[in-house]
């Protein structure tokens, strides 16, 4: 196994949490707070998947699949087709509702898809370029997947943690 089918595998593994997070939840659950300020799992698996297309889109030199395959439209979420979620306020966080959870695990499914399909245009030797020199150290290719990686595997896990607890409430 090389470093990229490792990727692939990581990115297969937080899919596959998010996946089973959102699984037999309704919308109701899906945008459960468990206080006033906390991120509910819509928002969670929402933000980890916006995160993660915006980056490999990036990466890739592609349009993202939020709005290139409808996404953005689907959601009619209310901000700019660019929010990924970072910095959102609480009023923000709560405005990401979904009535229909294979809406989410749809658009996971679609941006896991572009996800692998990048990484096989990829060689190992492409990991170490560097992409983003504003760092001390500059930050690479590989690292940047990781760090995707790594903000995916943290809000999957998050938003099993509340379903969780959504399911101990019923």
């Not at 990781?146 to 959504?166: E, N, P, R």
Request: no cysteine.
């Amino acid at each position: 196994m090389d470093a990229l089918d490792v990727l692939a595998d990581a990115f297969g593994r937080a899919q596959g949490d998010a996946q089973r997070a959102v699984a037999g939840l309704t919308a109701d659950e899906l945008s459960w707070r468990a206080d006033d300020d906390a991120n509910p799992i819509a928002w969670l698996v929402w933000h980890l998947t916006r995160v993660q297309d915006d980056h490999v889109a990036d990466l890739a030199g592609t349009e993202q699949v939020w709005t290139a395959d409808g996404w953005a439209r689907r959601f009619d979420l209310p901000f700019e087709d660019s929010s990924i979620g970072y910095g959102h306020t609480s009023e923000q966080v709560a405005a990401v509702r979904v009535d229909d959870p294979a809406l989410l695990t749809g658009y996971l499914d679609a941006v896991h898809e572009k996800t692998v399909a990048y990484l096989r245009t990829l060689s190992e030797a492409d990991l170490d370029e560097v992409i983003d020199d504003n760092w001390d150290p500059p930050v690479t290719r590989g690292v940047r997947l990781i760090s995707v990686v790594d903000d995916d595997i943290q809000h999957a896990g998050q938003a099993a943690y509340l379903a969780g607890l959504v399911k101990r409430r019923r």
